[in-house]
């Protein structure tokens, strides 16, 4: 009966406060079943309150045995830090048992970018003849220019939308505001689509009325769509990467970075909530790190 009380009093915490998804609050709570589990099977007879570190570090021993891999151990130790900070918080432990917690080292994937000359390819592909053409060059250009999400584009309003202070007001994940620079040619696109493709449309649903990017049916564009108008322009400008939407928002964080950026600043465009996640856009090209060996680097410097 204790682990669903404090179970249940978690479950409020991630939703009231800390406003996460129905999705995510169900991955937690099941990280949490799995301490139970274990705690059931190995030490039956105290509750979460009196948990400490070398049973947490049996627990993690345990998970690995599961054939788990690392990044599923390493999600699963995440939701058990999320518990036992919200006990922490709560005042019902004076320790947090899970604090000195080891989690497995995971190989950080550094994404795939374009550089800025395939990104003018891409931009360059679309017809602006074509009917929906300054809308899907309108939408390639916000990606890049603002670096943002998939369903960030799709839900982008006009309400939010200030092109004479280059500025949009974008609704991130758990429904976080941030406000977000815009260029000058991104701008530019949207505003013809807006003032023209947008106003040609014969009719618009009611709930798209604030809507930017429309369907020609005048409703939200789909997520799926907007990865389709990505690919068929990359394909189009004879690139042979394999490229998403959110292709194109890598390649904004890793452009700013290269070319000096804040990272700070960065990870407040992005939207990051720890600044660890922007850092992967520090990774540098080997040729330039062996460049910098070669031009700084004592023993490598000539001496005449």
Do not use: C
Request: proline share 4%; charged share 25%.
């Amino acid at each position: 009966m204790a682990w669903q009380v404090y179970t249940s009093g978690f479950v409020s915490y991630l939703m009231l406060e800390k406003g996460l998804s129905p999705h995510s609050i169900a991955a937690y709570t099941d990280d949490v079943n799995k301490l139970e589990q274990w705690a059931q099977e190995n030490v039956p007879d105290i509750s979460p309150l009196q948990i400490n570190t070398e049973q947490l570090t049996q627990f993690i021993i345990w998970i690995n045995t599961m054939g788990l891999g690392g990044k599923s151990q390493a999600r699963i130790i995440s939701g058990i830090r999320a518990f036992f900070k919200y006990l922490y918080l709560e005042n019902l432990i004076a320790d947090d048992p899970s604090e000195l917690l080891e989690g497995p080292r995971l190989k950080r994937k550094i994404p795939d970018v374009l550089t800025f000359e395939e990104i003018n390819a891409v931009l360059r592909a679309v017809d602006l003849s074509q009917p929906q053409g300054h809308r899907n060059r309108a939408i390639l250009e916000v990606l890049y220019a603002s670096g943002l999400r998939v369903s960030e584009l799709t839900q982008l309003r006009l309400s939010a939308y200030f092109p004479d202070s280059g500025l949009i007001k974008v609704v991130g994940k758990n429904n976080k505001e941030r406000i977000v620079p815009i260029g000058q040619s991104a701008i530019k696109y949207v505003n013809m689509y807006i003032h023209n493709d947008r106003r040609l449309l014969k009719k618009i649903a009611d709930d798209s009325t604030d809507i930017i990017f429309l369907n020609r049916r005048g409703r939200y564009l789909s997520r799926v769509m907007i990865f389709m108008i990505v690919k068929e322009m990359t394909s189009r400008a004879g690139i042979n990467k394999k490229v998403s939407p959110h292709t194109l928002r890598h390649s904004f964080a890793t452009h700013l970075v290269e070319g000096g950026a804040d990272l700070k600043a960065v990870q407040d465009m992005l939207g990051h909530e720890s600044i660890t996640t922007t850092e992967i856009y520090t990774h540098l090209d080997t040729q330039y790190l062996r460049d910098t060996i070669n031009r700084f680097h004592p023993l490598n410097k000539s001496k005449y």
